[in-house]
Nanobody
Framework: VQLVESGGGLVQPGGSLRLSCAAS????????MSWYRQRPGQERELVAEITSAAGITNYADNIKGRFTISRANAKNTVYLQMNSLKPEDTAVYYCNTFIGRYNYWGQGTQVTVSS
């Protein structure tokens, strides 16, 4: 299983970014996918998740209405569209999936929101 995130960077407050996570090594369409983040000095936290078949989504309260998770099963890719970014969204963002008894993580992509 391999998860590779991309799309992070430096953005001004109020700006937007789209993160991508390219997955390989498993049947992507069969598994739920999630985005987590770890802000400086804090624990890793769930940001958003999306189920496999129906694509049902769930969001953390502090990003609801600003972030959108989606997936393209034909491309083995999950996305996180982030709008109206705030300085407190600064974090390393991680892609995640749980298969069998194991949690798999990408290497993370840094998002910095600053003027």
């Amino acid at each position: 299983v391999q998860l590779v995130e991309s799309g992070g960077g430096l953005v001004q407050p109020g700006g937007s970014l789209r993160l991508s996570c390219a997955a390989s090594g498993f049947t992507f369409s069969r598994y739920a996918m999630s985005w987590y983040r770890q802000r400086p000095g804090q624990e890793r936290e769930l940001v958003a998740e999306i189920t496999s078949a129906a694509g049902i989504t769930n969001y953390a309260d502090n990003i609801k209405g600003r972030f959108t998770i989606s997936r393209a099963n034909a491309k083995n890719t999950v996305y996180l569209q982030m709008n109206s970014l705030k300085p407190e969204d600064t974090a390393v963002y991680y892609c995640n999936t749980f298969i069998g008894r194991y949690n798999y993580w990408g290497q993370g992509t840094q998002v910095t929101v600053s003027s």
